[in-house]
């Protein structure tokens, strides 16, 4: 495996645009989870009230609780790491290396395992990157800094770290069947905020539709992979909110990313993918 993540990284490292996506990633990300402090101080500056409460004194850097909430913004961001699997995918259609590759002797399920590797490195590091982000901002901030709540809410960075891979693995898949950079990125965008959002709508509220079919819901991609990370913030405007990641949420998540590597898996397999 790692001499497959090798040969995947030497396709990519001097590759200008996975370059200038990889770091503008990582900036945004350690900019936005890391400012919530000046942002709620500069809407203290600006007279800025929540029901009569100093915005300051919100627990977002609070141990154990920053977790949660760092999590969850970063998870947001992830739109920007899908585009580098994109790239990755469409290029070697359009340059057709995936074809040379197995031309040179690396098989279907070798060539799937690279970029399988690359999407769990990318993740990995992102998980790691929220944990030190976490680390700094709740010794800075955080009145509780022993090892218990430091360490407590630890299960958000798993759930995190699956959410990221899920999400990764899914644009993998698709950007495999959509093959053109462009209308992967146009459908994904859609798919996510329009597609699934009505499906879900009608599965759950229309009048023509069984009551058993709003079961399915947990169950639609973006629904099972957002579910994983519970909106923390809500809490704050004084609406009921799950602080703890649920096992029925992972299982789906995680036996969803398992369908999507199948189905690429069975995809490459195909005689005319490759």
Known sequence: MIRLFYIEWIKLRKYRAFQILTVLYFLIVVVVTSSGMFFLEYLKSKGAEFKGIDPTILPIYQFPYLWQHLVFVAARLKILLAFLIILSITNE???????????????????????????????????????????????????????????????????????????????????????????????????????????????????????????????????????????????????????????????????EMLLFIGLIFLLLRRKGNV
Do not use: W
């Open 93 to 255: 259609v359009s340059y057709k290396t995936l074809r040379q590759n197995i031309i040179d002797g690396m098989t279907r399920t070798e060539f799937i395992l690279s970029k399988l590797s690359m999407v769990f490195v990318l993740s990995l590091i992102n998980t790691l990157l929220v944990f030190v982000i976490g680390l700094v901002t709740g010794l800075i901030y955080s009145d509780h800094t022993d090892l218990a709540a430091v360490f407590g809410n630890m299960d958000y960075l798993g759930a995190f770290f699956l959410n990221v891979f899920s999400f990764l693995v899914f644009t993998l898949l698709i950007s495999l069947i959509i093959k053109r950079t462009g209308v992967v990125i146009i459908f994904l965008g859609m798919y996510s905020v329009i597609i699934e959002p009505i499906v879900a709508l009608i599965l759950s509220n229309a009048p023509f539709v069984p009551p058993f079919y709003a079961k399915l819901v947990p169950f639609l991609p973006r629904q099972a992979i957002t579910n994983l990370l519970p909106n923390p913030f809500s809490q704050y405007i004084l609406q009921e909110m799950q602080n703890y990641i649920s096992f029925r949420d992972v299982a789906i998540a995680g036996g």
